[in-house]
T-cell receptor, first 120, second 111 residues
Framework: AAGVIQSPRHLIKEKRETATLKCYPI?????VYWYQQGPGQDPQFLIS???????DKGSIPDRFSAQQFSDYHSELNMSSLELGDSALYFC???????????????????FGPGTRLTVL | GIQVEQSPPDLILQEGANSTLRCNFS?????LQWFHQNPWGQLINLFY???GTKQNGRLSATTVATERYSLLYISSSQTTDSGVYFC?????????????FGTGTSLTVIP
């Protein structure tokens, strides 16, 4: 079965540079989530999108922005990178409750392999 | 926000042993999932279990939503079970839905 695709898998940037991470959800999934996992930490929710509109917002820094496009893929844009931004960035996708509720799997999230960002 | 705490934080098992991992949450949640993060960092879905009991092979899970906890049972553990186990919840806050991972249980299964 098709899974969530993230690119690139690894990224190395210098301080103050910008980075763009991409996420391609599972086909027919309409909701995308972004998470940040620092070394030895649990994943932290950043932001989510449903049907191309921002749905919920977590602890996303102001230097970061994200959007979901007409084909449902999403991009996380990160500017003025700091050393502390070095982390594993996960994208997840799900089928919104209204469509998935009938099979009792509303908002079950499936995660991509992650992008490992290193800021030097 | 909501607190999601897991216990034990670390667990070392002999291959073939059984174990129970616990996830406590401080408020009512809409959804709860269990994940296994393998040594390569992948987050693998184990259970989608906002309530009730489910079983999948050597793994089973129970969520008692009214008492705000969930349990993950691992039987006949194997070395490939090593990794970090997370529970994750969806919580309805005043500002919208929020998603929280627990603190994790790091499991090491030794041959």
């Amino acid at each position: 079965a098709a899974g969530v695709i993230q690119s690139p898998r690894h990224l190395i940037k210098e301080k103050r540079e910008t980075a763009t991470l991409k996420c391609y959800p599972i086909p027919r999934h309409d909701t995308v989530y972004w998470y940040q996992q620092g070394p030895g930490q649990d994943p932290q929710f950043l932001i989510s999108f449903y049907e191309k509109m921002q749905s919920d917002k977590g602890s996303i820094p102001d230097r970061f922005s994200a959007q979901q496009f007409s084909d449902y893929h999403s991009e996380l844009n990160m500017s003025s990178l700091e050393l502390g931004d070095s982390a594993l960035y996960f994208c997840a996708s799900s089928l919104m409750a209204a469509l998935a509720g009938v099979v009792g799997r509303a908002n079950e999230q499936f995660f991509g392999p992650g992008t490992r960002l290193t800021v030097l | 926000g909501i607190q999601v705490e897991q216990s034990p934080p670390d667990l070392i098992l002999q291959e073939g042993a059984n174990s129970t991992l616990r996830c406590n949450f401080s408020d009512s949640v809409n959804n709860l999932q269990w994940f296994h993060q393998n040594p390569w960092g992948q987050l693998i879905n184990l259970f989608y279990i906002p309530s009730g009991t489910k079983q999948n092979g050597r793994l089973s899970a129970t969520t008692v939503a009214t008492e705000r906890y969930s349990l993950l049972y691992i039987s006949s553990s194997q070395t490939t079970d090593s990794g970090v186990y997370f529970c994750a919840v969806e919580f309805s806050a005043n500002t919208g839905n929020q998603f929280y991972f627990g603190t994790g249980t790091s499991l090491t299964v030794i041959p």
